[in-house]
């Protein structure tokens, strides 16, 4: 392709760690310069919703981050239609991340606790965000909430997932390598490549691994010395590597501490959390199974702090219950 293509990289509900990734590309991204145009990326240039709107078409649109909000919505729907590929870059995009956990409260309980709540919030008149307001003819205002907090693809069909929060560099040569093949050959990828392996990161974790795992009581990791050369596991700490993809290069667990999931499930997971539960009150106790009760597996199983943040850490909004069953609050 002679023409330099047009890439757009276009923000949703994120902590900006997607953007530092992708300058972190140094010299790579340099190379892409002479045959890229990017046309939108808002937290590096002057750019308003406007100038998205009066783009006609764009090559490639990376959007990071999830969708939280109306604006988030609206700007993924121009993305859809005017990207030739849409990227979901990072585990928001992908699988809704850490911001969906916001999905297990009410849409104005988040709102309260952000605005009313906090210790150093100071709002007499107890005013929370939402509402559109004029002041000397302008209609300003915050964009309001959406009833969830979720990954694109609950709203637009993705060609290319990039996992990771942020993607690391093992995901982002696949990117780049896609990029070069669009601007050479203008190779189109099939809708729904993910560019991650195919395995767990169990198969490639280097620990020892006994026969059979026998958790007797967990524990964080801050509570005690780890044991760098035997699975997180088989000492009673939460490590997502079963119900997680291969392709970030481990780099968790080489620093001797556990995975987290933000690559997300393997091809044959649905829901990471839901299987990972299932695997996981398969370890507890089992050698001393016949002689506890239910009631006394079950507390123990409730050691575990937080588990939803554990299990779907990354993942809530991809899962089967992705958000809370009550009925929002307007």
Known sequence: MAERIKIAIVPGAGCGG?????????????????AV??????????????DFKEIDSIDIVLFEGSIRT????????????????????????????IFSL????????????AYLLTPTTENTQRKLPGKLVNIDGITIGVPELTDANLPIDRFVKV????????????????L??????????????????????LKTICDECPREKPEKIVVEKFRRVHEGPIDDKKCF????????????????GIPCIKANMPCRGCMGPPPNVRDPGAKYITSLASLVLIDKEKELTDEEIVRRVQEIPDPVGYFYRFTFGKGIFHKTLRRDKK
């Open 233 to 248: 596991l088989a000492q009673g700490i939460i490590c997502l590597g079963p119900v997680t993809r291969t392709g970030c």
């Open 102 to 113: 916001g999905n297990l409260f009410f849409r104005r309980e988040l709102l309260e606790e």
């Open 70 to 97: 109306k604006e988030h919505e609206e700007k993924l729907l121009l993305a859809r239609k005017k990207a030739k590929i849409l990227v979901a870059y990072g585990s928001c995009a992908c699988f809704g991340g």
């Open 159 to 174: 060609d290319v997932y990039a996992p990771g929060c942020p993607p690391r560099e093992e995901v982002q040569e696949k």
């Open 18 to 34: 997607c953007d530092v990734s992708i300058v972190n590309l140094h010299e790579t991204l340099l190379d892409l310069i002479g």
């Open 176 to 197: 780049v390598g896609m990029i070069r093949d669009y601007i050479e050959h203008g190779i189109i990828p099939e809708r729904g490549t993910v560019l991650a392996g």
């Open 37 to 50: 145009d990017i046309v939108f990326w808002p937290t590096a240039m002057d750019a308003k919703m406007e």
